[in-house]
């Protein structure tokens, strides 16, 4: 089955790729790398995230940042938010568009957030009209969607499950994270079919780690399944903190780089990506695996 024509990019490395970094980037410096892909046509980006200052120090500075950044025009923000207190302070801060992330599974959200998978889900029907009374965008982000490494594969009753309480606190677009990279193109297209069928009128998008060299692979099923919107990061920095083997995200330049060579259009300009690549790269001083860096060449 062809996938459409046009699909959007959510660029997540200045929050699922630096937070693993434990050298402190500069808030000037992350806003210069934002200004830098925003440049090269990236129009969403997932900045930071508002999680406890203790748990991930490199992402201390969300509300510093988001002042910086919010200005630009055309450049939609958002930080993800793990629990109540992560939600007031973005709503604090001014912030218009939330990732709120649950696991699908209790180990795999134990891990994430010291609490079950229905504690999380509590929460949000509590306090979950708070965040649309408040303007503010929803994206209900589900860890683990596909698979977990303790509890192995989530039944699709217990995703839709998880959505539905997404779904009953107002207008909340899914997002599908593979957050350990253990997903595969035919994992893929046993479950996000069914989840289409559950859901007709629902917004989705995927969010793919490469850990097990498979995150283009099942970008591409999921393309194929009728996904639009791609959460990815730049030079693939990234990886669950908390995930038990080191990897990063699905790269942003070889997922726009799999888009033009399938004619598909991300408003995005690869040679300016690489080039903010390279940039990103010289700041973190990260040497990755090899990636795309010359795409018409060898
Ligand atoms: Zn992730």
Known sequence: ???????TIVE?????????????IPTERKAEIIEKLAEA????????????PKWIPQLADAADLYRLIKGRPGLELRALIPNEKGLERAIESGVKEITWV????????????????????????????????????????????????????VPLARLIHVIEVFRSIG????SLADSIGIASPQKIRDTIPGLFRAFPDARWSI???????L?????????????TVFESSIAGLGGCPYAPY???????EELVYMFNKLGVSTGIDLDRLIAARDWVRSIVGEKPPKQVGHPEGT
Request: hydrophobic share 40%; glycine share 14%.
């Open 1 to 7: 089955m062809p996938g459409a024509k046009e699909v």
């Open 171 to 174: 207008d909340t677009a899914i």
């Open 12 to 24: 997540v490395g200045p929050r699922d790729g630096f937070q693993n970094l434990a050298a402190f």
């Open 41 to 52: 046509g990236v129009k969403k980006i997932e900045f930071s995230s508002f999680v406890h």
């Open 246 to 252: 080191p990897g990063g995200n699905v790269a942003t």
């Open 215 to 227: 995150g283009i692979a099942n970008a591409l099923a999921a393309w194929e399944c009728g996904v």
């Open 102 to 153: 649950v696991g699908a599974t209790d180990s795999g959200n134990t891990a994430n957030l010291n609490m079950t998978t229905e504690q999380s889900l509590e929460i949000i029907r509590r306090v979950g009209k708070r965040v649309h009374g408040a303007g503010v965008k929803l994206y209900g982000a589900i860890a683990y969607a596909l698979g977990d490494p303790v509890e192995g594969d």
């Open 207 to 213: 969010h793919l780690h490469n850990i097990l060299g």
